[in-house]
């Protein structure tokens, strides 16, 4: 800024550079900004991570159980054939505390966010914020029940009972099991 050698005020130079009040343009930018921008709009990553969070917690409680029912028959196994040591006991157990929702959610969501689009991401979420979607779940849920397995179970007790007579093994332990899984 210049000072007026008569009266000291300060004087814009004619040549000197003003900047414009941007204060109104940046105001604008942002409001057509919000007004154009998804309400939220979630980046890949966070999507396939409250997908994978989502899919997790619904279904974690029907996992954990066969994982840890593998590496207890692992670990019995081991023990069995002798091999099981101190270190393979601290590698099961390490597997077990890892095997948790969130190890899950971190890889499902690393590997969703890799080969799905945004678009299958968000329609997969929506889906599994259903009522469709939660019904499905519910009549899942039902898979463990023995009154729905039981039709599997007779099936492979039949074909049990036809292979084991074919070769002169009695049945009669096996007929025992089936009677009481499959009424």
Known sequence: MLIDSTTGDP??????FQAPDMSKYLFALGLVFA???PA???TKQELAFE???TAIDGQFKYLKPLLDGSLDN?????RDSGKLDRVMEIWIDEM???MN?????QILSRLWAEELTQQELQQALEFMRSPAYKKLAELSESIGQPKTIAPIVKEACNRTRVRAQSIG???RDLDVICKQMAP
């Open 35 to 37: 007004l154009f921008t």
């Open 74 to 78: 692992l670990k019995r196994q081991s």
């Open 96 to 98: 077990k505390g890892s």
């Open 40 to 42: 939220g709009a979630q």
């Open 169 to 171: 093994l009695s049945t």
């Open 101 to 105: 929702p969130e190890s899950f959610t």
């Open 11 to 16: 004087v814009a130079a004619p040549y000197a």
């Open 51 to 53: 997908l994978a969070k």
